[in-house]
């Protein structure tokens, strides 16, 4: 089970019976994580033999997640491997790309974005407009 904030699970329950209607099948892998998790996620990266530069490329620092929030999700489709770039070439990439904003959802990290992450098709956040006076 996922966790995620009710507006961006309001969002993002009807992005997926609109992706669902439209014959695109999404799916979470990941939401919530709290900053124990994410240190966690380093910490295993780091027995693993990886540099904290090359986590920090790809994870935020604890304490620093869009997962923290609430609003995150990284999400697959059947037929490729999560977290992976190859999901840029699915259906289910090319359909959020046309319709995630109807939801208020962005792909948070595309390629040369400004927070130095590397690319992650996969990585969406539902990102509330301002409501207008």
Same mark, same amino acid.
């Given at each position: 089970?996922?966790?995620?904030?009710?507006?961006?699970?309001?969002?993002?329950?009807?992005?997926?019976?609109?992706?669902?209607?439209?014959?695109?099948?999404?799916?979470?892998?990941?939401?919530?994580?709290?900053?124990?998790?994410?240190?966690?996620?380093?910490?295993?990266?780091?027995?693993?033999?990886?540099?904290?530069? /090359?986590?920090?490329?790809?994870?935020?620092?604890?304490?620093?997640? +869009?997962?923290?929030?609430?609003?995150?999700?990284?999400?697959?489709?059947?037929?490729?491997?999560?977290?992976?770039?190859?999901?840029? /070439?699915?259906?289910?990439?090319?359909?959020?790309?046309?319709?995630?904003?109807?939801? +208020?959802?962005?792909?948070?990290?595309?390629?040369?974005?400004? +927070?130095?992450?590397?690319?992650?098709?996969?990585?969406?956040?539902?990102?509330?407009?301002?409501? +207008?006076?």
């Amino acid at each position: 089970e996922f966790q995620l904030t009710p507006p961006a699970a309001a969002a993002w329950r009807s992005l997926r019976a609109a992706a669902q209607a439209d014959g695109i099948t999404l799916v979470i892998v990941s939401a919530f994580r709290s900053v124990d998790r994410q240190a966690e996620i380093v910490r295993e990266k780091l027995a693993g033999g990886m540099t904290l530069e /090359s986590i920090f490329a790809a994870n935020a620092p604890p304490g620093y997640s +869009e997962h923290h929030t609430g609003r995150a999700v990284d999400v697959s489709t059947p037929g490729v491997r999560a977290l992976e770039v190859e999901f840029e /070439s699915t259906a289910a990439f090319a359909w959020l790309e046309r319709n995630a904003g109807r939801y +208020e959802y962005v792909l948070s990290y595309p390629r040369g974005n400004s +927070e130095g992450y590397v690319y992650e098709p996969w990585h969406w956040c539902h990102r509330p407009r301002a409501i +207008e006076a």
